[in-house]
């Protein structure tokens, strides 16, 4: 499973991300902060240009 990270200090809350993903992975924590669920994503990686600041970015599982 991939491993999707949202950069805190990058992120500016736009909601970009969670208007757009199809799979619903990103929401917005209790802290505030813009976070998601890696279980729900579908590796389409649409969020990744999507981002205006970048923040967001996913890792690939080992071999
Ligand atoms: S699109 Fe990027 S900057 Fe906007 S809320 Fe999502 S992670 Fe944050
Ligand atoms: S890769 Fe696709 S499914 Fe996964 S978080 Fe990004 S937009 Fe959503």
Same mark, same amino acid.
């Given at each position: 499973? #991939?491993?999707?990270?949202? !950069?805190? /200090? $990058? +992120? !500016?809350?736009?909601?970009?991300? *969670?208007?757009? +993903? @199809? #799979?619903?992975?990103? %929401? *917005?924590? &209790? $802290?505030?902060?813009?976070? #998601? !669920?890696?279980? $729900?994503?579908?590796?389409? %990686?649409? +969020? *990744? @240009?999507? +981002? @205006?600041? &970048? #923040?967001? /970015?996913? *890792?690939? @599982?080992?071999?």
């Amino acid at each position: 499973m #991939a491993r999707v990270i949202v !950069d805190h /200090d $990058k +992120c !500016d809350l736009c909601g970009l991300c *969670i208007e757009l +993903c @199809p #799979a619903y992975v990103f %929401y *917005i924590s &209790n $802290k505030g902060v813009v976070e #998601a !669920d890696s279980g $729900k994503c579908i590796e389409c %990686y649409g +969020c *990744i @240009p999507l +981002c @205006p600041q &970048n #923040a967001i /970015d996913i *890792i690939e @599982p080992d071999p």
